[in-house]
């Protein structure tokens, strides 16, 4: 009894300082995509080793009210776990990738956690309009297999982005690491960080074959209950958490080393530019007519002043000259399609981003040397 009560109190501890690990990591002012995918792993194991600890307490088990908050609440969400890990890594070793479109559908997957919530949700408001109270033991039949059985897709789920994960590693050309300045160090980090978790796998699946089978899970539950899965799962927030915190505090300190007075750090610059011409090169952000700094800087994750000293200091234009720089180049390419015959030159400014014709009229002679109508009529006569 004594040893049960040592190891609920190791999880609590572990889901508190998951907490507030991620809360730092989400605080975190540089690489912030891979502090925040980190951030969100972390919380989603401490999130689940609450549950634990909440199902082993009386006064929450025994107090209605809190069992029906219990239901409607996702606390065990593990199939993001495999995208978070490899996402994480990525965007370690390559600090200007920005998570896209094509990216989140990794995560879609989640709404295979939220069913039981979903059905349990359906019941209640069902009663509340009348509905007979005699299914609610087969819907809660339905949701304690549900739960059972859907370890095996959350297992295989994070079994395989964790092997992509390894794979992806091994590829990396550590010459090429050693190159670009503090990316071999996050190497080694992320070989133990994903090594972690093939060990972590392991040690599921020893728990989860005898717990899928009906006539060994209560002879499991009884002798071990989830203590096997569950200590570990404290063990990697601790090493996972602090060590990748503390990854991100030493990029910090070799940045602001690097760091001249009124001066950007090289790896610092190249990152920014890298993202920036992401953004409007492949997901064409300059088409946007809201777009402005504040927004820019939400979207890529660097501050507003970094983004402007970058443009001033190195490109020698303003935010403003850089966003209709492409809204212009633009606008150019589609004057030249033929299908483009047919359109106005003030529908096409709008849709590529200006949001007035006087601005887009300064903003064209000054990319292109001469206003809009005279570089139609020179590309006639050229054609």
Known sequence: MWLSGFFITIVLLGAIQGFIISTLLFRSKVRKLSARLLGTLIFLIALASLNIYLNTQPWFVNNSY??????????????????????????????????????????????????????ALIFFIAVAF??????????GDFIDSFNVYADIPRWLSASCYILFSYKYLNKQDTRRLVESKGNLSDYHWLRQFIRLFMCFQLIWLLHLVPYIIPTTRNQLLDAVDWYPVYVPLTILIYVLGIRGYLQLQKITVHLKKEAKPGTLPEELI??????????????????????????????????????????????????????????????????????????????LAYECGFNSLPTFQ??????????????????????
Do not use: C
Request: proline share 7%; aromatic share 10%; net charge positive.
């Open 130 to 139: 009348g509905f007979p109270k005699t299914v609610g033991p087969a819907i």
């Open 270 to 347: 190249g990152s920014v530019l890298q993202t920036l011409f992401k953004a409007m090169e492949q997901e064409k952000l300059y088409l946007d007519q809201e777009l402005n700094l504040a927004t820019l800087s939400k979207h890529t994750g660097i501050a507003p002043k970094t983004i402007s000293a970058v443009l001033n200091q190195h490109l020698h234009i303003s935010f403003n000259e850089f966003i209709n720089g492409y809204r212009v180049r633009e606008i150019q390419a589609r004057l030249l399609e033929p299908q483009s015959k047919n359109l106005s030159i003030a529908g």
């Open 362 to 383: 300064r903003a064209f002679k000054a990319v292109a040397g001469v206003s809009p109508t005279e570089f139609i009529t020179n590309e006639h006569k050229t054609t």
């Open 66 to 119: 809190l069992q029906v908050f219990h239901a409607l609440v996702p606390w065990v969400i593990v199939m993001p776990i495999g995208p978070l890990v490899y996402f994480y890594l990525r965007s370690s070793l390559e600090p200007d990738m920005i998570l896209s479109a094509k990216d989140r559908r990794h995560f879609y997957p989640v709404l295979f956690e939220i069913v039981p919530q979903v059905i």
